[in-house]
């Protein structure tokens, strides 16, 4: 008679640590947060810089496994809403604690990157200025206030302030810039080094550009190796008083400043204007009011050449929609999560595209509240990850593996 013998079962804890961490890498990291308290070992593998930069990897490259998040002031404090899965309202959001327990109203979002959020802290005796300057990351809780040796003081100044923040293979850092609103000087922060420099050439480079009257940068956003503004200003000369609008674009192994460009568009009629990245290319959507008899957004992808566009779908709204509302994102199922302000509060809701109205142009269209009355309208697009503002802390930290 054949005996048989039970086969003995392999636990996740007998993988070695390669194959395990290859397999949790591919997890989201609010779940990695809660499995480092599987065991010790889970714990030590998935707080290796190692770890955090192949999750990293994994999630830049194939966005669909972490989607973009919306961070947005609220009055509780922070809350993030996932991009594509906008309409459980309350369902998908999560409070977030602000850092340092700080009021909403002395926060300001000024730049994101790999799950890092620059925020700055207004001076309670002066709302002009930024007593702090604190890189944080919104799922662990870790934070870093940045230190001001080397810095200047328009850097902490609250008027029109453009920032950005971005991941430097070449030296394996985080680093900052700041531009000046009213000089045009150019500072940067290293986070490896924790320090601030001017950046003489940049400087230069950038005060070769004509400048707008009212000249503000919006939130930027990045894209290999490249920041991307979006700049509005006043025109001057022979036609003074009407918006204009151009893309600057910062090379970050260069650290060179050049300005596209933006498509032909019809500027008495666009009301808003998104520049974001989705599926690896940079895209810049306006939405039109014409009176109340049209409303539609209309989007065009910056081509390969990093000069030329290419227009996309136009999608048809109701017409007069929302008055006031701006978009912050297009779903894959090309629904649009929008923002709605008013003077005292702001609403984000989905609006739901009927692919066949749309196409025949007859601009078919609901929408859902997700968040209503938060209060402050105040957001940036980040992702969610391990990346520790305090990395470079740690003396045991393996600089030998760079991020791809």
């Not at 001001?148 to 920032?163: D, G, I, L, W």
């Not at 989905?350 to 402050?376: A, M, P």
């Amino acid at each position: 008679m054949k005996t048989y013998r039970r086969r003995k079962r392999t636990t996740l804890s007998e993988f070695p640590d390669e194959i395990l961490s290859e397999i949790l890498s591919w997890l989201p990291a609010k779940t990695l947060l809660r499995l480092k308290s599987v065991s010790k070992q889970w714990h030590s593998l998935l707080t290796t810089q190692l770890f955090k930069n192949t999750h990293l990897n994994h999630i830049t490259k194939h966005d669909h496994q972490n989607p973009n998040k919306i961070l947005q002031l609220s009055e509780d404090g922070f809350q993030t809403i996932d991009c594509q899965s906008p309409e459980h309202g309350v369902g998908v959001t999560h409070n977030r604690p602000l850092p340092l327990t700080l009021q909403p109203t002395k926060v300001v979002i000024l730049a994101s990157c790999h799950g890092l959020v620059c925020v700055g802290v207004l001076n309670y005796g002066n709302s002009y200025y930024f007593c702090d300057l604190i890189l944080w990351n919104p799922l662990t809780g870790e934070i870093k206030t940045l230190p001001k040796t080397n810095y200047n003081e328009e850097c902490y100044a609250n008027c029109r302030p453009r920032f950005g923040l971005y991941y430097s293979s070449f030296d394996n850092d985080y680093k900052l810039i700041c531009v000046t609103a009213d000089d045009h000087n150019v500072y940067g922060y290293s986070l490896k080094n924790d320090s601030w420099r001017k950046m003489v050439d940049s400087t230069n480079c950038l005060n070769k550009i004509p400048n707008l009257k009212s000249e503000c940068w919006r939130l930027c956003t990045w894209l290999e190796e490249n920041l991307f503004f979006l700049k509005q200003g006043v025109k001057g000369g022979d036609d003074p008083g009407q918006w204009a609008y151009s893309i600057i674009r910062f090379d970050t192994k260069s650290e060179w400043f050049t300005e596209i460009q933006i498509p032909c568009i019809e500027s008495e009629s666009g009301t808003s204007y998104l520049l974001t990245v989705q599926r690896g290319k940079l895209l810049f959507y306006v939405k039109y009011c014409i009176g109340s008899i049209q409303t539609y957004i209309k989007g065009w992808s910056l081509n390969e050449d990093g000069n030329n566009w290419t227009c996309l779908e136009t999608y048809k709204l109701k017409s007069g929609f929302i008055s006031g509302s701006r978009p912050l994102h297009l779903m894959r199922n090309k629904d649009w999560v929008m923002m709605h302000v008013s003077l005292t509060k702001c609403r984000v809701y989905r609006v739901e595209i009927d692919e066949k109205t749309n196409r025949r142009g007859d601009g078919t269209c609901s929408y859902k509240d997700v968040i209503s009355d938060t209060g402050v309208a105040e957001e940036v697009r980040y992702i969610e990850t391990l990346v520790s503002p305090n990395q470079y802390m740690n003396d045991q930290l393996d600089c030998s593996f760079r991020l791809e």
